[in-house]
C-alpha cells in the first residue's frame, strides 16, 4: 500500500495547479515514440479527449499518474529533460511572448519570477544576485518522490530552452543546472545535455553568469511586450479575484467544493456565493463547457480515490465524508467512475509505491 498521507491534504493534491499543456507535451512525446493513446493514459483514468480539450488545469494528483506512466513506458527516469527541453516559447502562452519581446535577460529572468505562477503552482521561482553569478532558484511547494526528477527537469529543459530562444546562446554550455535530489545511477544522461549539473544540492536551481543580465533580447518589441503584459495581468486577476465575474469559474467552484466535506452547497448556494442567479451560474459554467453535477463528481471521485489510496479510512467512512448515506449507492456509483468497486481499487493499488510527500 502507499505511504499514507494526511486526508487533509487531499485538497492541496487534488486543485487545479497545471495548465494543460504540459500535459499534452508529455502525450506528443509519447506518440513520436510510437505508443498509442490507450497506451499512454492506461491506468490514469485520464481522458485523452478531455485532456487535449480547453484549458481546464490539471491537479498534481492528475499530473503525477501522467508522469508516472510516461516514465514506466519508456523506462527514462529522466524523460523530463527531453519533453521540457522541446517546450516551445508559444507553450507559455502571454508569459512566452513577453519574455520573447524583452529587452535583455535580465529584464526577462524578472518577468518569469513574477508570473512564473499564472500556468503552474507547483513552484515559485527567487532570483539571488552574489558575486559574479545570477541563480534562479525553485522552490518546490508539492513534491512526490517518483515524479519529483520528472518535474524539475521538465521545468529545468523548458527554462533554459526559453533561454537559449531568446538569447540565441548555447544554454546548455551557459548555465549550471543543480538539482536538489541526489545524483542519480543514469547522471550521464542529464551530462550529455548540460555539462555543469550538479546534484544534492540544497535546492534546485539554475546558475548564470551576471554578464548575461544585460545580454540583448533577440527580438525586444516593446508594443508586443506592453500587451503580453497586460494580458498576464488580466489572467492573474480572474485567478486570484473571486470577485472577478470574467475568471474561470471553474475552477473557482473545484476549489471550494474540494474544502467541503459531506456537506456540499446546492447549486443555488453556489450561485448566492458568487453572486449571480442559479440561472447565469449555468450558463458560464456552460461556457467552459461544464455542469455544477460534473464538477460534484469529479471532486467526489478525486476524493474517493485519494483517500482509498493514502489513508486507512473505510469505504463507509469514505462514503459518509463524501455525502452518501447509503454505502450501496456510492459502491455503485464508485464503479461507475473507475471500473471496479472501491475495495478492488484499493487492493489493486497494493502493489503500487506511490511514496508521496508535501513540502
Known amino acids: 500500500?502507499?505511504?499514507?498521507?494526511?486526508?487533509?491534504?487531499?485538497?492541496?493534491?487534488?486543485?487545479?495547479?497545471?495548465?494543460?499543456?504540459?500535459?499534452?507535451?508529455?502525450?506528443?512525446?509519447?506518440?513520436?515514440?510510437?505508443?498509442?493513446?490507450?497506451?499512454?493514459?492506461?491506468?490514469?483514468?485520464?481522458?485523452?479527449?478531455?485532456?487535449?480539450?480547453?484549458?481546464?488545469?490539471?491537479?498534481?494528483?492528475?499530473?503525477?499518474?501522467?508522469?508516472r506512466r510516461a516514465?514506466?513506458?519508456?523506462?527514462?527516469p529522466w524523460l523530463g529533460i527531453t519533453v521540457g527541453w522541446g517546450t516551445q516559447l508559444s507553450a507559455h502562452g502571454p508569459?512566452?511572448?513577453?519574455?520573447?519581446?524583452?529587452?535583455?535577460?535580465?529584464?526577462?529572468?524578472?518577468?518569469?519570477?513574477?508570473?512564473?505562477?499564472?500556468?503552474?503552482?507547483l513552484i515559485s521561482l527567487e532570483v539571488d544576485q552574489q558575486g559574479d553569478e545570477v541563480t534562479l532558484w525553485m522552490r518546490e511547494h508539492l513534491q512526490a518522490p517518483d515524479v519529483r526528477e520528472y518535474i524539475m527537469g521538465h521545468l529545468m529543459g523548458a527554462g533554459l530552452r526559453l533561454l537559449d530562444t531568446l538569447t540565441g546562446l548555447d544554454m546548455t554550455r551557459v548555465a549550471r543546472v543543480e538539482f536538489a535530489f541526489p545524483e542519480p545511477p543514469?547522471?550521464?544522461?542529464?551530462?550529455?545535455?548540460?555539462?555543469?549539473?550538479?546534484?544534492?544540492?540544497?535546492r534546485s536551481a539554475m546558475v548564470l553568469p551576471l554578464s548575461l543580465l544585460s545580454h540583448p533580447g533577440l527580438a525586444p518589441d516593446p508594443q508586443t511586450h506592453r500587451m503580453a503584459l497586460r494580458e498576464c495581468e488580466r489572467l492573474w486577476s480572474q485567478q486570484n479575484d473571486p470577485r472577478d465575474r470574467l475568471g474561470?469559474?471553474?475552477?473557482?467552484?473545484?476549489?471550494?467544493?474540494?474544502?467541503?466535506?459531506?456537506?456540499?452547497?446546492?447549486?443555488?448556494?453556489?450561485a448566492e456565493r458568487e453572486h449571480v442567479s442559479s440561472r447565469t451560474l449555468i450558463r458560464k459554467l456552460g461556457d467552459e463547457g461544464l455542469t455544477y453535477q460534473q464538477l460534484l463528481d469529479r471532486v467526489r471521485e478525486d476524493l474517493a480515490c485519494w483517500w482509498l489510496l493514502h489513508s486507512d479510512m473505510s469505504v463507509e467512512a469514505i462514503a459518509d465524508r463524501l455525502g452518501y448515506q447509503d454505502t450501496s449507492n456510492f459502491s455503485r456509483t464508485f464503479r461507475r467512475w473507475v471500473g471496479m468497486p472501491p475495495s478492488d481499487f484499493r487492493r489493486s493499488a497494493g502493489a503500487q509505491t506511490l511514496n508521496t510527500a508535501t513540502d
Do not use: K
Not at 7 to 20: I, M, Y
Not at 71 to 76: D, S
Not at 95 to 120: F, P, Y
Open 1 to 67: 500500500m502507499s505511504t499514507r498521507t494526511p486526508p487533509t491534504q487531499a485538497a492541496d493534491w487534488l486543485a487545479p495547479a497545471l495548465h494543460p499543456i504540459y500535459a499534452r507535451l508529455i502525450c506528443a512525446e509519447m506518440r513520436r515514440r510510437g505508443f498509442d493513446e490507450a497506451q499512454i493514459l492506461s491506468g490514469t483514468r485520464l481522458n485523452w479527449a478531455s485532456l487535449h480539450e480547453g484549458n481546464r488545469y490539471l491537479s498534481f494528483d492528475e499530473v503525477t499518474r501522467l508522469i
Open 95 to 121: 508569459v512566452g511572448v513577453a519574455a520573447m519581446s524583452c529587452d535583455n535577460v535580465g529584464q526577462a529572468l524578472a518577468l518569469i519570477q513574477r508570473h512564473a505562477g499564472l500556468r503552474q503552482s
Open 248 to 270: 474561470p469559474v471553474g475552477d473557482r467552484i473545484l476549489r471550494l467544493l474540494l474544502a467541503c466535506e459531506g456537506g456540499y452547497p446546492t447549486l443555488s448556494e453556489l
Open 71 to 76: 516514465v514506466a513506458l519508456t523506462q527514462e
Open 186 to 202: 543514469w547522471a550521464d544522461a542529464y551530462r550529455r545535455w548540460w555539462p555543469s549539473v550538479r546534484f544534492g544540492m540544497e
